[in-house]
């Protein structure tokens, strides 16, 4: 896998491509997509050997993102790929280049009600059928949260150390000849004539 082949012609799908430390998030690249780039995205990643890991939903303002992870099958390269619904709540399906996304979409639909278009089988996978209008992972409009509020900031920098103060050179004492007592001046002097 050539990565930086590969960041090329994401651009040319992408609204914004990120790197990212995967020892802080757990994945290497964020890629920002429009809809209608979906499915040339998942194409191209199938192409270069990558695997669908996940697909999910996100409900923040100012709409629901649907969020798709890659990994590669032979190197150590995981990719988060995200999305917007539109205003009737859909976006295309991948369920025909990755068969696994089947019953993620389906997931999908059954807890944020996020429509995937031309989904061969968007039936309820979890809820029962009668229950296909509860969507119960959507928010109320009061508590919902920023995009921008919750997506990962990159750490601060550290700030750089204070460097330390040179000590002060201390200032020089003048040695005062000091005058030896009388009696050991003397005991010194008797035993000098001995």
Known sequence: MDINKLKKQWQELSTAIEDIDYSVSGHDYNISLERDKVRDFAVLMLEEGFYL????????????????????????????????????GETPTISDIYQGANWHERETRDFHGVVFTDHPYLYPLILAE????LKPLLK?????????AIRRKPPEPKPEP???????????VKAEAKSEPKAE????????QS
Not at 53 to 82: S, W
Not at 162 to 172: L, R
Request: net charge negative; proline share 9%.
């Open 53 to 88: 890991v996940d697909l999910m939903a996100v409900h923040v303002a100012p709409a629901i993102e649907v969020v798709y992870q890659f990994a590669h099958v032979e190197t150590r390269c995981r990719v988060l790929a995200r999305t917007f619904v539109d205003d009737n």
């Open 130 to 133: 009668e229950d296909v209008d």
């Open 140 to 148: 109320a409009e009061a508590a919902l949260k920023d995009v921008d």
């Open 162 to 172: 204070k460097p330390k103060p040179e000590p002060k050179p201390k200032p020089e």
């Open 185 to 192: 001046s003397e005991a010194a002097k008797s035993q000098e």
